[in-house]
């Protein structure tokens, strides 16, 4: 298999934000099996490496011209992604244990920066399980207002969730005076 080599890494104070590599399974796979951090993620939990190897493939092999993925690294382990799999909608999720301490507002601003430094997109958009407290609060914290709500727009495992879809405008561009 081919994969588009992106060398852009970007680092927080806690964190590494680059590009996933085959390398990346054990630590994906870890983040991804867990049923309680997947709870309102758009798939059931990886039920095996497998499935994990081949989401793995899908983010290695997506078109740089739509993709702006990272992998997040805490202390030099795997511990979750963050960005924007197709552009212009983030997407994020982290390791449970490392909930609550800010890494993902840490992981999510570098990369929502990042996007707007080099890329013409107008805004960026999210969609939030409603029952997801901390992702919803997450966006509103990153500045994304809520722009609408949609009943049963996902069947996962046999339930049907919704959703609320979250924009953020591009902040307005200094103009020269004269």
Known sequence: MHYLVRVTTLRTERLV???ARPGDLDGLFTVLSDPETMRYWSTPPHASRDTTREWLAQMLASPEEESEDFVVEH??????KVGFYRLPEIGFVLRR?????????EAASAAIAHVWATRDIDEMRADADP???????????????????????????????DSVYYALARPRRPTATT
């Open 97 to 105: 244990d490392l909930w609550g301490r800010g890494l993902m507002t």
């Open 131 to 161: 029952r997801n407290a901390a992702s919803r609060a997450l966006l509103t914290k990153l500045g994304f207002v809520e722009t609408g709500f949609a009943e049963r727009t996902y069947e996962i495992a046999g339930e049907w969730v």
């Open 75 to 80: 202390r030099g382990e795997v511990v979750g």
């Open 17 to 19: 934000l680059r590009r």
